[in-house]
């Protein structure tokens, strides 16, 4: 589940699990050899690469509490940059590294954080919209942050600053408590997000769930065509020699 890009793209990091226990793995593109990220205690979930490849970023939960932690992939070395009783998952770093943007229920329900990526950072909350907010994904140019929105029974895909302000809805489903739209994932160019679609349940169980694009307007949402149900996208950063 939720395979993430490494920005030298021989790379990818996920979540599989291995005798029912959520494990973080690297998939080396180029050999097809996987490692488990650490024998940690808890269960490990929501991976991402810092911009340069060299950490990982992902939640640990450990006694019933999930915290943002962060692992030097040359070093091992392991940093716990949140503490808190609250559930805190979903973390993505900027474009620079010098940030991460996290879920967090410490305000009661899910909102969208925004902390520098050093342990015991001030979190700063940025979501002030109706609704809960989940999966912040820095955009690639740095100037929005990318998030799934549930509101009023209904899914939604949108954008905000990252101070919080302009936010703006790009796809959502239209009956409340049928279908969702999640998982948002950024073009390099920043300018277009993928996202996947589950339509609303029939007779025979849960609808299809599909892979759409939108770009930044709203408008021009395409389907992307694959042979099957596909979810959890992620877009891979422009190859070395397209840039």
Known sequence: LTPRFSPTL???????YFKD???????NIDTGKQEVLGDFPGMTFAPRFSPDGNRVIMSMARYGNSDIYVMDLHTRVVEKLTDHSAIETAPSFSPNGDKVAFESDRSGKQQIYVMDAVPGAEAKRISYGS?????????PRGDLIAFTKQYKRLFAIGVMRVDGSGERILASTT??????????????NG???MFFRQEPSGKNGNGRTRLWSVDLTG??????ITPIDASDPAWSPLS???R
């Open 175 to 188: 009956t409340p408590g049928r279908g969702l739209v999640e998982g948002p994932t950024w073009a390099p």
């Open 240 to 242: 070395p020699l397209n």
């Open 131 to 139: 609704g809960k907010y989940a999966t912040p994904v820095w955009s």
């Open 191 to 193: 300018r277009v997000l």
């Open 21 to 27: 226990k959520p494990r973080v793995y690297i998939y």
């Open 219 to 224: 408008y021009n949402k395409r389907e992307i």
């Open 10 to 16: 021989q790379e990818i990091t996920y979540l599989s």
